[in-house]
């Protein structure tokens, strides 16, 4: 899975934990260090972002450049009316503004700490749970999740239908 594959290709998750992490679990650690190395180790976001907005402002010149540019319209792949290139750099300009946002409100929910131990109810910590979880999420700059997510990997879903949709544009 790709869980196991960034956990085997990257720092051993001992070398990450804070001496907070007595008490958490397994599933805890590594939900949290996956989160961790997606906005730290890698940056994802960053990468992606960076590239997005080259391609955003390419688009946005072509689009003006090419706006009286007459071309072959298409539609479901045959010829059609006359149309602008200008108007089809629009298009596909328009469509990647909307997986920009789509990444983005991604990003909010992906990029959280997991630290609830065992079976989520924080009891390893005692009564200081929440300040845990507050404290190594502010630390490491991630949001703090308001339940566990262990048992729960639409996010990591999320994230990969998202950039199915990104690449596919």
Same mark, same amino acid.
Request: charged share 20%; hydrophobic share 45%; glycine share 10%.
């Given at each position: ?85 200008? *108007?089809?750099?629009?298009?596909? %300009?328009?469509? /990647? ?9 991604? $990003?909010? &929910? =992906? ?21 845990? *979880?507050?404290?190594?999420?502010? %630390?490491?700059? /991630? ?9 729960? $990997?639409? &996010? =990591? ?13």
């Amino acid at each position: 899975s790709l869980s196991l594959s960034l956990q085997r290709n990257f720092l051993p998750l001992s070398a990450l934990y804070p001496p907070s992490f007595r008490g958490s679990s397994r599933c805890s650690r590594n939900s949290f260090s996956l989160s961790l190395r997606l906005s730290h180790k890698i940056d994802v976001f960053s990468i992606v972002e960076r590239d997005f907005a080259a391609i955003v402002q390419k688009l946005l010149k072509h689009a003006g450049d090419y706006r009286s540019l007459v071309t072959v319209g298409r539609t479901h792949g045959q010829h059609a009316l006359p149309t602008t290139m200008g *108007l089809k750099f629009a298009v596909w %300009l328009d469509e /990647l503004l909307r997986n920009g946002e789509r990444l983005q409100e991604c $990003r909010k &929910r =992906l990029l959280v700490c997991q630290m609830f131990g065992g079976v989520g109810t924080m009891a390893g910590f005692g009564e200081h749970g929440q300040e845990i *979880l507050a404290g190594v999420a502010d %630390l490491l700059g /991630l949001g703090k999740a308001r339940v566990a997510w262990h048992a729960s $990997r639409d &996010r =990591l879903a999320e994230f990969i239908a998202v950039s199915t949709v990104l690449a596919g544009t």
